[in-house]
């Protein structure tokens, strides 16, 4: 009656698989990831030109606010999906989260204004 599984009963292990990767829907390939977010990191892959460019792209192209974008952004970043689907740019991108400021750090000074 309850969905708890017994730890004494085998599990399905896929090749290929890393230990301890959870399966999928179908149980054979663990998630992978949403169309709306491969555009999400499609768009940040991509070089905007003029101010105000990206945002607009945002808007248009995903249909979501510029904050709502970078947070889904941030999340992704934790995710192996998007590890594997986009991997140069994510570790460009986690280095670029996880690195001090330059000038700040230059200084010693830490003034927001």
């Given at each position: 009656m309850s969905a708890v599984?017994?730890?004494?009963?085998?599990?399905?292990v896929r090749a290929g698989a890393p230990a301890g990767a959870p399966a999928g829907p179908d149980g054979d390939a663990p998630e992978?990831?949403?169309?709306?977010?491969?555009?999400?990191?499609?768009?940040?892959?991509?070089?905007?030109r003029y101010v105000g460019a990206k945002e607009r792209a945002i808007r248009e192209e995903i249909g979501?606010?510029?904050?709502?974008?970078?947070?889904?952004?941030?999340a992704l970043l934790d995710e192996p999906a998007a590890?594997?689907?986009?991997?140069?740019?994510?570790?460009?991108?986690?280095?670029r989260r996880t690195s001090e400021p330059g000038a700040a750090a230059v200084d010693g000074g830490h003034r927001v204004a």
């Open positions: 599984p017994d730890p004494s009963e085998p599990r399905e992978e990831l949403s169309e709306h977010d491969r555009r999400i990191l499609a768009l940040e892959g991509r070089t905007f979501i606010s510029k904050v709502a974008y970078y947070v889904r952004l941030n590890l594997r689907a986009a991997p140069s740019l994510v570790h460009r991108l986690r280095g």
